[in-house]
């Protein structure tokens, strides 16, 4: 589904107000959002080389708590099931998707999203 073995990456949990800081600090939009991803490569991470530890940090994943609480009441989901649609999202963008390129780009994302979503839900 997606090549990221010997990769490690840290999720934190945060509230809106921290996260509203975060996307203004680091995209320059003054609000909060759901979920940011930091990463730590400019490539995909499945072109880099593990080190001698045998992983390669992926980067960060922030999601914002009280935004998932929101949205899983909108779209009629568990809470569980926003946080785990959020670490995806933001999982993607770190694997390289971006969703903010084109339509073709946001397609592709989505498409990806409800794969892996539809996995982990077959497992659960």
């Given at each position: 589904m997606?090549?990221?073995?010997h990769t490690e990456l840290s999720v934190v949990f945060v509230?809106?107000?921290?996260?509203?800081?975060?996307?203004a600090r680091h995209r320059g939009i003054d609000k909060t959002t759901d979920v940011l991803s930091f990463p730590l490569w400019e490539a995909p991470p499945s072109r880099a080389i593990p080190p001698a530890s045998g992983s390669v940090p992926l980067g960060d994943i922030v999601i914002c708590v009280p935004k998932a609480v929101a949205q899983a009441r909108e779209?009629?989901?568990?809470?569980?099931?926003?946080?785990a649609r959020?670490?995806?999202?933001?999982?993607?963008?770190?694997?390289?998707?971006?969703?903010?390129?084109?339509?073709?780009?946001?397609?592709k994302m989505q498409a990806k999203e409800k794969e892996l979503f539809d996995a982990l839900?077959?497992?659960a």
């Open positions: 997606l090549d990221l073995s509230g809106n107000d921290r996260m509203r800081r975060l996307n779209y009629d989901a568990t809470f569980h099931q926003e946080i959020l670490l995806i999202h933001g999982l993607l963008h770190l694997a390289g998707y971006d969703h903010e390129i084109s339509a073709y780009q946001r397609r839900h077959a497992m």
